[in-house]
């Protein structure tokens, strides 16, 4: 059984930073694409970032560009997203996401694929602070 659980999530005020960790069980890591989800209550899922299985690409949303960075290490099974420059507009939950379908590479499209074709950890909440 998959089993992915993330880790990281805090209080921090504007400008600091917050590394993310998401572990998966169960699965040949290296065999699947990953991301991360960020969602506020009373809006939809947002997708901020995913990484190809070997690590070598990734694509970030606008809103996080420049400011994050997501990486993996596959003999860890550990999925990272580090996070700078935090504003307040990034407060939400934050979850990780483990792609069932390998066809599904890693782009802007990836997160507009239905939920039920990932495997969810329970997410981490993130807070930024003015």
């Known amino acids: 059984q998959v089993q992915v659980a993330e880790s990281g999530g805090g209080l921090v005020q504007t400008g600091g930073s917050l590394r993310l960790s998401c572990t998966a069980s169960?699965?040949?890591?290296?065999?699947?694409?990953m991301g991360w989800f960020r969602q506020v209550p009373g809006k939809e899922r947002e997708g901020v970032s995913c990484?190809?299985?070997?690590?070598?690409?990734?694509y970030y949303s606008d809103s996080v560009k420049g400011r994050f960075t997501i990486s993996r290490d596959n003999a860890k099974n550990t999925l990272y997203l580090q996070m700078d420059r935090l504003k307040p507009e990034d407060t939400a939950m934050y979850y990780c996401?483990?792609?069932?379908?390998?066809?599904?590479?890693?782009?802007?499209?990836?997160?507009?694929?239905?939920?039920?074709?990932?495997?969810w950890g329970q997410g981490t909440q993130v807070t930024v602070s003015s």
């Open positions: 169960g699965l040949i890591f290296e065999n699947y694409h």
């Open positions: 990484i190809s299985m070997s690590g070598g690409s990734s």
């Open positions: 996401a483990v792609s069932t379908i390998a066809a599904h590479f890693c782009s802007g499209s990836w997160f507009r694929w239905p939920g039920s074709s990932f495997r």
